[in-house]
């Protein structure tokens, strides 16, 4: 919750609920192996503390992840710019060179293609004549590998890893790997963003206005000693306490979320106890809710009902005014 909190978050988890982000691809990079463009853009443009944030938001479990691919490291100093080389297994020389055999159809002459080049045309070393057609005058047998250093030839030279940033060279037996990852706003994450910071917020800055201290969300330890959770906790002073949930749906709410508010705030007794449910509930909610004495403000949007919340009720009852509602209390 303390991350929610956080202005670079908040657009972030925006952009995904917008549907202006769909999936954070990671894109590579020399320098700082993987980046992430749409998160540094909330982080003025700051690459590692793109990865920072992305890592706190998996940690903390408002990020999925899925693999998207490995990328091999240097194990002495962790740079991704590593070079792939093939050496000689002689030598270990990197100054090797591909060679193809051509075998003469005619008079069965194999040699590398260098000895049949002549002036850009192929010739037989050893007969002279002219190869002009592949698979009628002559074919490719394969290659091989010849060292310019040492002239051995090998069918297969061996691969070596070198890092251009330290300079140490190593084989894939030494080699780091570092995994690489795409991520996505987890369903419950996203869930709990729109209800505590784009349904709450307009709410919240209602209370913040009228100089109350809000959480959201919010605990309060009830007489039981049970800690109970609320979408919002405003205090003021050390005793009014006001706890509000908001219930949003498609449709009109039943009655199981004022009887919940209801067990809640039966054991923490606070001094107000509000329950927002957009866009409205049920005529049997509304009739358990009297009978609960739990205020209900029902409204198409959390706007509309942060502006119910200001000018019904006055918020001068908060301060024990004489507008205070007695059906709100306990």
Known sequence: MALYQDPSVQLLISKFVRGEIVELTPGFDLD???????????VDQDPNAAKQLVQKLWDSGIFKRKFHEKVLVCPSCLSP??????????????????KTLLEHTACGNIDSVDNFLVEGSLLCPKCNKELVEAGVDYQKLGAWFQCAQCGKRSDMPSPIHRCRNCGHIFTIRDTGFVNVYAYRVSSEAEEEFKRSYLV????????EDFQFKVDMPGQI?????????FDAVATKGSSEVVVLDVI???????????????AKIFDVSPSQSILVAIPGLTDR??????????????????QRAADQIKDKFGWAGLSGSDESFGDLQL
């Open 32 to 42: 700082h192996t993987v980046r992430y463009p749409e998160v540094e853009e909330v």
């Open 81 to 98: 710019n590593v070079s792939n080389d093939y050496v000689c297994p002689n030598c270990n020389s990197i100054d090797i060179e591909r």
């Open 200 to 207: 709450m917020k307009p709410i919240g800055l209602v209370l």
């Open 221 to 229: 330890a009830g007489r039981s000693g049970a800690l109970h959770r």
């Open 248 to 262: 949003a749906s498609d449709k009109e709410i039943d009655e199981v979320p004022v009887a919940s508010m209801y």
């Open 285 to 302: 909610a509304k009739r358990l809710a009297a009978l609960y004495r739990v205020s209900i403000v029902e409204a198409e949007n959390s």
